[in-house]
């Protein structure tokens, strides 16, 4: 399996180059042949970004449904890109670009302490 790349969108005006593997059946929208990137850029990393707000706004809004809250929560998960220029999480962290990390800790205030 040989590797290409997709041009992306970065916020407003900037932009990434992404590894991708090549998928069985050509690029798709990803890289042309030899690696080099596409003329149009496509929206990847924003949309991976995005991908991590809904992840982490999901976990926070189930543990805040729990009756007895955890005093402390991690999820790890992991972000590949395909070739056609879509964000995913991943089967497996060694297969994707980005691996992603977020924990929660509850800080009781001073007065709940008491």
């Given amino acids: 399996m040989s590797s290409n790349y997709i041009e992306s969108i970065v916020g407003n005006d900037g932009q990434i180059l992404i590894e991708v593997s090549e998928a069985s059946g050509g690029v798709g929208f990803g890289a042309q042949a ?3 990137p596409r003329e149009k850029p496509h929206n990847a990393f ?17 543990l805040n449904t729990l009756e007895q809250k ?16 879509k964000a ?27």
Avoid: C, Y
């Fill in 88 to 114: 995913m999480i991943a089967h497996s962290s060694n297969d994707a670009q980005l691996r992603i990390s977020l924990s929660w800790s509850t800080h009781k205030s001073k007065e709940e302490k008491d």
């Fill in 46 to 62: 924003n949309q991976a970004l995005h991908m991590i707000q809904l992840t982490a706004s999901s976990v926070l809004e189930t």
């Fill in 34 to 36: 030899g690696g080099k």
């Fill in 70 to 85: 955890p005093d402390t929560a991690r999820i790890d998960f992991a972000i590949k890109f395909d070739p056609e220029a």
